[in-house]
């Protein structure tokens, strides 16, 4: 059957509803064309982006003249857009990762991609030919970092050059997939500023910890699956002053400082032959050789927060780190939990005693069901009190105050009006805080 006819059939009405076959074969014909032609300009450095996707598109235009099929000047268009964007970018999804509004794109194997807008998860309509078109993106993107994803490593961790988190799954692991998810990270980080405009913290909040950071209290930053707390360790950090040296170790490097003297440090998985591996713990103990003024880990998810606290109760103060836990006393059990992961057979009530004494604030986030993520907690550990670590909270949300016709929270962030025990600490750095950040709010009753 011609090609024409077979164009001419799949444009029939019980035909809709899919990708149109005749042009993906089209397409793939073209990419081949396209890469032998252009193969080596691809991976040339000397050439600019502008110059580079110059070049593919002539090349395209060219490669389509000579192919005889009845295209209208609308699929041309959309013809070009979708090799040059599997040629220089991440095929199909490559739109999706340059719209601003756009947060985390889910690929849930080729046929379905999800995004999040808004804190609210849609449908993309986007979507690749079949599954061996999403595996190359996918070996595209983890080969730019130096990682490998087949049968024997089916799970990668990776990021992209701007620094967005990557997470693929293959077969066998990934039934119907393979399985592709990225967060966005924005090129332009967030600032605090960002912060208090999206409400996620208030401008007194943000002042209070700004001191913390400038007064080298070490801080945990605690919270669910995306609610925010890699950018908010991200903020943190920027409050560190320009003159200290900071040392960052995360499994995939994520966060963007803006200071001069910075080292980040990034884990490296097994190789083939299951050797080579670097983990958070090795990187964080190499940091303490290192003479850093501050630490920042990207993430405790295991044995580290054992070398975290020793770290933070050995004259390395003001180190930041996050913990997945949905309430700031969770994120300390948490924490014990991952200090009984490092194999030492330590009584709890020790690890308790090191925890109360290493750390100073929690930050306590959360995604709310509109979709908004907001800092629901900051809390001050005091100390210890028998068998248990005493915690005050020094701001708390006031979900009290119910939320609009449109379902979004209209509570905010505000202070309890207990002026921390280390106020004292800070005053000795120079570092005062005056009577306004913590002047006590009324919280709405909560309807019965």
Known sequence: MSLYKRLHEASRPEQLGGRDPVLDELRQKIH?????????????????????????TEQLQLALAQERVPLSAADKIGLIEDISDDVLGYGPIDRLLRDDTISEVMCNGPNLVYVERNGKLEVSGVTFVDDTHLRRIIDKIVAQVGRRIDESVPMVDARLPDGSR??????????????????????????????????TISRPTAQFLRACVEGRLNVIVSGGTGSGKTTMLNVLSSFIPTDERIITVEDAKELQLKQDHVLALETRPRNVEGKGEVTIRDLVRNTLRMRPDRIVVGECRGGEALDM?????????????????????????????????????LPVRAIREQMASAVDVIVQLSRLRDGTR????????????????????????????????????????????????????????GIRLGPEVFAAESFARRPS
């Open 32 to 56: 081949h064309h396209l890469i032998q032609e252009l193969g080596p300009l691809l991976y040339n450095q000397r050439l600019s982006e502008e110059e580079l996707r110059r070049q593919v």
């Open 309 to 345: 606290l020793q770290a933070m109760n050995t004259g390395h103060d003001g180190s930041l780190t996050t913990v997945h836990a949905n309430a700031p006393r969770d994120s300390l059990a948490r924490m014990e939990t991952l200090v009984l992961m490092a194999g030492m057979d």
């Open 166 to 199: 990557v997470n693929a799954v293959v077969h066998p692991l990934a039934i119907g997939g393979p399985f592709l998810t990225i967060r966005k990270f924005s090129a332009d980080p967030y600032t605090v500023q960002d912060l208090i405009n999206f409400g």
């Open 374 to 429: 907001r800092v629901t907690h900051v809390t001050e550990v005091q100390g210890m009190e028998s068998e248990v670590i005493v915690l005050q909270d020094v701001f708390l949300f006031d979900f009290g105050m119910g939320v609009d016709e449109n379902g979004k929270f209209m509570g905010r962030l505000k202070s309890t009006g207990i002026r921390p025990k280390f106020t004292e600490k800070l005053a000795d750095h």
